[in-house]
């Protein structure tokens, strides 16, 4: 290592920092598509939630089937949910778009707010399948 010559160190800080260059750009891309994830997995779910609602809807209306009409809840209460989640996705971004004039305390509340978000996403995801399992127990029953 001593052997090294000021030229030789320029060129490894140089690439070093070149290394680190594509690493922060790859860390950003995957930043934004975990953002395009949780979307396309909101709509589909809020696709989803609607054809329970649908579904509901429709047992409800058959007089021979006794569905309570209470029922309706669940799937209405998920697509709600649905849609604050995507709204606080879109204030989320909108925070972000302006990164650069934000304070440290700013996107300390950011970080907790995006982590709050993904939690309730991930409650919205099981919150669907038990809405499944209700469907499915009522029309068996």
């Given amino acids: 290592m001593r052997n090294m010559t000021n030229d030789t160190i320029e060129e490894l800080i140089k690439e070093s920092d070149e290394i680190m260059l594509r690493m922060d750009k790859v860390e950003e891309k995957a930043k934004d598509e975990i953002v395009?994830?949780?979307?396309r997995i909101h709509d589909k779910l809020f696709a989803y939630q609607l054809f329970f609602l649908a579904g509901y809807i429709?047992?409800?209306?058959?007089p021979s089937i006794d569905v309570s009409p209470w029922l309706l809840i669940i799937p209405i209460f998920c697509v709600a949910r649905l849609i604050h989640l995507d709204w606080r996705m879109m204030e989320n971004n909108r925070i972000l778009s302006d990164i650069k004039n934000q304070s440290k305390r700013q996107l300390d509340k950011l970080n907790e707010k995006q982590m709050w978000t993904?939690?309730?996403?991930?409650?919205?995801i099981l919150e669907s399948l038990v809405t499944t399992v209700i469907?499915?127990?009522v029309l068996l029953k």
Avoid: H, P, T
């Fill in 58 to 62: 429709s047992l409800v209306a058959i």
């Fill in 36 to 39: 395009k994830y949780f979307d």
């Fill in 118 to 124: 993904n939690m309730q996403s991930l409650e919205v």
């Fill in 135 to 137: 469907f499915i127990f």
